[in-house]
């Protein structure tokens, strides 16, 4: 009797195992296809940007040094590669992992032929790409010998994305992306918080149109700017009391990158307009991914290492009176 009851008890408990087991695969089989739908609609449903800074940086060098050459190297292919390989984990990440892919690539290998077993190879590229897509490519940039002068321009490949701070302003941050929010409502930082001083200039990332000005109780004064392929709204809040936006900046106008478009300040968490409800002058700076106009998904992603990634890049400023324009010209083609 006993060993009959043993024995009934190690079926039952290997049944259970047998049904946690298959409703596991199930749930990772559903994952995987979901993902592949996604990235053959080229619609996202949630993107975890975790680049480092340094990747970035590597990757971007890779593409600036082979874009002349027989096979040029596109830098989000090399981060895509590695997000597969990582699993989007790049705490992982080594240079070598990189050198690797690039060495291939510029002997003449396909990015085809190299990621033809990286299952989420495609995902990554999709959801890199609707972080970083409009921050590399060719521009033109004012001379010093034409400043005061007829402009002369030279064309450039490179970096044409800005950080969000001028140069010459130094600030702080760490890295807050989802901590937690109490005003109005309990909820996460949908953002990063860039601390400086009332009054320091606020760069236009890449080349936007101004998608929204004017202010709401949270952000305070705050700018709403969307890229010119409809993928990514940056959003940038807490602006200055008074003078909040500079002269001429207004709805559906366009905004090349590294233009001046504001200036920080410390408004916002208050009913009262143009009231200074923040503890500390800082920008709110955020990006939203837009795959479907009509969702009511909201896609946020951590900025923190691109904020990091773009401050080697920063506009040069001058100051004009009481407003602060970029000091070199720039331009771009608009397709």
Not at 197 to 222: D, F, H, M, Q, S
Not at 253 to 264: D, T
């Amino acid at each position: 009797m006993r060993w009959n009851y043993l024995w009934k008890k190690r079926s039952i408990i290997v049944v259970i195992a047998f049904m946690l087991c298959f409703a596991l695969l199930f749930n990772i089989a559903s994952f995987m296809s979901k993902q592949q739908r996604e990235v053959s609609s080229r619609i996202l449903t949630w993107v975890d940007f975790k680049v480092t800074a340094d990747a970035m940086e590597d990757a971007l060098n890779y593409d600036i040094s082979s874009r002349e050459t027989e096979y040029p190297i596109d830098w989000i292919d090399l981060l895509a590669c590695l997000g597969a390989r990582y699993g989007n984990d790049f705490k992982q990440y080594k240079k070598k992992h990189m050198d690797e892919i690039a060495s291939r690539l510029s002997s003449g290998e396909s990015i085809e032929d190299i990621t033809a077993d990286m299952k989420y190879f495609e995902y990554y590229s999709v959801a890199y790409e609707s972080v970083l897509g409009g921050l590399v490519g060719y521009y033109s940039l004012q001379t010093d010998e034409s400043l005061g002068g007829t402009p002369a321009f030279k064309q450039q490949y490179g970096l044409k994305g800005y950080s969000p701070i001028a140069q010459g302003y130094s600030f702080s941050h760490s890295d807050d992306f989802c901590s937690a929010r109490s005003f109005g409502y309990k909820r996460k930082h949908l953002g990063h918080d860039l601390f400086s001083n009332v009054g320091t200039p606020i760069v236009n990332v890449e080349t936007c149109t101004v998608e929204a000005l004017g202010w709401n109780r949270y952000g305070g004064w705050r700018i709403g700017m969307r890229s010119l392929d409809g993928r990514r709204y940056y959003y940038y809040a807490h602006l200055r009391s008074g003078h909040p936006y500079v002269e001429g900046l207004e709805e559906g106008k366009l905004v090349y990158a590294g233009e001046v478009i504001g200036y920080m300040g410390m408004t916002g968490y208050s009913e009262q307009e143009d009231f200074n409800g923040m503890q500390r002058p800082h920008l709110h700076f955020g990006i939203q991914l837009i795959f479907d106009e009509n969702s009511s998904s909201e896609i946020w992603v951590d900025t923190y290492e691109l904020v990091k990634f773009l401050n080697k890049h920063r506009s040069s400023v001058t100051a004009n009176g009481s407003e602060v324009s970029r000091k070199y010209l720039y331009y771009e083609a608009i397709e």
